[in-house]
């Protein structure tokens, strides 16, 4: 598991509407070209994107708890993604917004060490992004 954390004043409301807004993740998750959710978001809902210097991939939301957490999950031949996202308070004025990831899948073993630094630095600058965007449109 590769996971980040990062402590804000933004409100939970704040951050679950950046992530809800699919289509304008690529605002802060700048290694994503576009982004797309075919429905609403809820459990099984399907969705794509590009990576910026990779290929078009295609994504299911595993889990959805409101304001709370999500996560979707990416599969490639012998290998599969896991993204979480959660939220939790901490205090009345700061939560935690953790992003992480899980790689599982026969490659998964020999994929991981090559993965693992890239994702690292991919969702710790992304979730800096976001936090800073969600603390913005909230002044």
């Not at 797309?36 to 399907?46: A, N, Y």
């Not at 700061?94 to 693992?116: N, S, W, Y």
């Not at 991919?122 to 969600?134: C, I, T």
Request: charged share 20%.
């Amino acid at each position: 598991m590769i996971s980040t954390s990062v402590m804000t004043s933004a409100s939970a409301a704040a951050i679950w509407q950046l992530w809800t807004d699919v289509e304008n993740s690529p605002v802060w998750d700048t290694d994503v070209a576009w982004s797309r959710l075919e429905g609403p978001f809820i459990i099984g809902s399907q969705g794509a994107f590009k990576l910026k210097n990779g290929p078009e991939l295609s994504f299911v939301l595993e889990e959805v708890a409101y304001q709370q957490h999500y996560s979707n999950t990416v599969k490639l031949r012998g290998l599969a993604l896991n993204f979480s996202h959660r939220i939790e308070p901490v205090s009345t004025k700061e939560i935690r917004v953790t992003h992480g990831a899980t790689i599982k899948g026969p490659l998964g073993v020999i994929l991981a060490r090559i993965l693992k630094g890239k994702l690292q630095k991919a969702l710790s600058e992304s979730l800096q992004r976001m936090v800073v965007l969600a603390e913005r449109n909230q002044s």
